[in-house]
Each structure stands twice: as structure tokens, then as C-alpha cells.
């Protein structure tokens, strides 16, 4: 429900028992509250302007209410027009809404700074952080995009992990050398990971197919070493059969 804007004017409850309201007539006790009403609204500070009085209310009235006490009359008359009695002990004036009215404009001037602040510095907040990515939900509810984990250099106390010797166990693979490898590669190319396991995990698959791209494939013809070759006798250099004792005719 959208909050009630309109003015109000204050009245206690035992206002119409008041020892000077009591008595008034009807046509008084309404004029009174009409008078209040008007002023608050006009933030006139319970001024009556006499050319207003005149035309609203009627003079017998005006009368009833500057007479019903003899010291604090509810209706006092003054230069232009007439006065309610202690208005601003019960109502509200227009210094009081002027002060209010600036302590909000000087509360919303803080929350935008407070704001603007906050905005300006949450770029370099988020990249200082170095938090895990893990998803936070609001008190609300509504689940927040994770923070992503800063890159970093591989750690000095870096060792592999049980499923790492696990996995180079049940392909084959030296695990030993592939650390040495992986440390000496990081530490060279100044490689920067946010998670070491999972890099090296993906260092010993590659491990895998290398290991089975190195494989001998089917059996190829070898040839001859050079101490198996035979020379020609006549012909030194020349391997047998002799293709310059062939072409002379001469015995190999």
C-alpha cells in the first residue's frame, strides 16, 4: 500500500472537552477545525487572512471564537486577520516542514555519494580479491555469478596428488619425469593457473598420448649394416654383386 502523502492536522482527544471548546456551538467548533485545516494547509502558521474569514465563516461565528476566553481565546485578532491560539504547539509550521524537507535532501545527497563510491570502488575491489569460486546467495535469495580464482604462480610446495600417481600408474607414464617436466615448464614460460592439480591432470593426459603416439607401428624392412656389405674384390667400394665386374665381364 502506497503511503498516505496528504497533510494532516493534529488534535487531541480530548480537544472537543476542553473547558473552552466545550461550550462552543456546532457552527464554532467547525469553524475552529476548518480554520486549523486551512492554516496547515497553507502552511500560513494559524494566520487567517481577514478577506478569507470574512468569506467562509460568519462574523457571529468569528465573535464566538475570539470570546470564549477571557485570557487565551481559541481565536486572537492581529493586523490583516486573526491568529489560532498556540497553533504551533500542535501543529506543525512551515519552519518545522522546511527543516524536515532539508534533512531529506541532505540524506538522499548522502546515500547517492555513498553510492556513487561504492561503484567506483568495486572494480578494484574485484580484482584484488582472491577468493574461490564459490556461489553466495543473498539474503534475498537471489543467487550472485561466482568469483572467479586469481591466476597464480605454481606453488614451491606443489606435489602431485593420490589421483595423479593413480592415473600414471594405470597408464604407464614416469611420474617422477613429468613432475620434473611440469615444474621446469611452469617455472620457464612464468605459467600463471588458478588450480596447479587440474593443470598437471591435464599435463599427464597429454603424457598419455604422447606415450602412444611414440609406439612402434608395423615392422619396416632394415637395412643392411655397413659392416655386412660385402666389396668387390677387384673393385674397391663397390658392394657385391659388382656392377663394374658385370659390365667388364670379369669375375665377381
Request: proline content about 7%; some cysteine; hydrophobic content about 35%.
Amino acid at each position: 500500500m502506497d503511503k498516505d502523502r496528504r497533510l494532516y492536522a493534529r488534535f487531541a482527544l480530548d480537544f472537543p472537552d476542553s473547558p473552552k471548546i466545550a461550550p462552543l456551538s456546532d457552527a464554532a467548533f467547525r469553524a475552529l477545525v476548518e480554520m486549523t485545516c486551512h492554516s496547515r494547509r497553507m502552511l500560513d502558521d494559524g494566520f487567517i487572512d481577514e478577506r478569507i474569514a470574512s468569506r467562509k465563516w460568519r462574523k457571529k461565528v468569528i465573535e464566538e471564537l475570539c470570546s470564549n476566553d477571557a485570557v487565551r481565546p481559541s481565536l486572537l485578532r492581529v493586523d490583516g486577520g486573526f491568529q489560532v491560539h498556540d497553533f504551533a504547539e500542535h501543529q506543525q509550521t512551515r519552519a518545522d516542514i522546511e527543516k524536515k524537507r532539508e534533512a531529506g535532501r541532505a540524506g538522499g545527497q548522502a546515500r547517492a555519494q555513498a553510492h556513487a563510491q561504492a561503484s567506483a570502488e568495486a572494480p578494484s575491489k574485484l580484482t584484488t580479491e582472491t577468493e574461490t569460486e564459490t556461489e553466495t546467495t543473498t539474503p534475498k535469495g537471489v543467487a550472485r555469478a561466482p568469483r572467479r580464482k586469481a591466476e597464480a604462480p605454481i606453488p614451491d610446495g606443489w606435489n602431485p596428488s593420490q589421483n595423479h600417481v593413480a592415473f600414471a600408474v594405470e597408464f604407464g607414464i614416469d611420474l617422477g619425469h613429468e613432475v620434473a617436466q611440469f615444474r621446469a615448464h611452469a617455472v620457464a614460460n612464468d605459467r600463471r593457473q588458478r588450480d596447479w592439480d587440474a593443470a598437471f591432470r591435464q599435463w599427464l593426459g597429454n603424457a598419455k598420448k604422447w606415450a602412444k603416439s611414440d609406439r612402434p607401428g608395423p615392422s619396416m624392412p632394415v637395412a643392411p649394416r655397413a659392416a655386412d656389405v660385402r666389396e668387390c674384390a677387384v673393385h674397391a667400394g663397390y658392394p657385391l654383386p659388382c656392377p663394374r665386374c658385370a659390365e667388364g665381364g670379369a669375375p665377381y
